[in-house]
């Protein structure tokens, strides 16, 4: 395998190995990757294909209504809206599959929760499919709602939209005419972009639901070691330095708006018990008990212990500790290097601007 080599000529023998489109053996089955990329990709487009479509033909009607009810005042229709995205949004995508195999499988028995899937039957395929697709619809709906909430929302507010209503254009006129072309472009790029990022979702969604051929997915995760994960672009509307803290008026601080102060309150009870992690009276994160396996939530263990004794809430304290290290890591080497490539694009211009 060549492990033996420098860490640079690994890396070299992995890109030209790469250009020459051959990926490899897995670890553990010592099967090309290729070819298990060839079996699992065409039931992920399966999945995939009618999330983004579907995705697209919810998200944009609502984010564009409350938008819309935004723009001219009615905020508790838009704050359900996006709180309601929100919540979706936070939703892990196996912690959702989970429970809607449990539920809607398990339980009602409205979906199979095993079988093949097969084009010679297309309904038996629906009915398999139709959780997973779901499942992913789900997160995708609530992030693309908020990103056209927020482009049509910015372009509302310029002045030629304002002098369109002026000349005697309705506000659904304004709306179709002006706003909702001219905020295609950021929608467009988030679609191309949740699209690549929904692909490495569908993975974990094929394996939780027992999809045939998902585990060609697992072992191609396995062999190159990469993590599914989902990303969230989320333009926002330009503003002044001061415009984070204050409105342009200058009289509401940031703690005036609702969503942020819920954000604030969950986020800060969560900081403040991370670091008093290690002074709470709990077992160790790492710590085992063989008279205390898989126990229920109880005051000693609130979250139960795991199969090896090991108590589930001091490892998740630490599991959320390093997520917030990493987090607030790659958002300030992030947020440094975006300003300094957005800075010296903007200056030079030209082709450095792109």
Known sequence: MGLNKPLLAQYRDYLFSLARLDLGETITTRLPVASLLARAIPITMTIAAPTILLTVMLAIPL????????????MWLDNLLTGLAMVLDLMPSFWTSLVFLLVFSLSFG?????GQVTWEDPWGMV?????PVLVLLMTQVATMARITRTSVLEILSEDYVRTARSLGWSELAELFRHALKNAALPIATVIGLSFGNLLNGTMIVE???????????????????????????APTRPARWRGIFKTAAGGDSLLANTKARIALAILVPILILTAVAPLLPIQAPLETNLFALMEPPSFA????TDKMGRDIFSRTLSGIKVSLLVGFSVALIALAFGMVLGTLGGFFGGWTGP
């Open 63 to 74: 984010g564009t209504m409350a938008a819309f009810m935004a723009h001219r005042g009615k």
């Open 110 to 114: 409205w979906f199979p929760a095993s």
């Open 127 to 131: 009915a398999r499919l139709a959780l």
């Open 207 to 233: 394996f939780i639901f027992t999809i045939p051929r998902a585990r060609p997915a697992r072992e191609l995760l396995r062999s190159t070691g990469m993590a599914a994960q989902t990303a969230d672009f």
């Open 301 to 304: 263990h609130p979250f139960g």
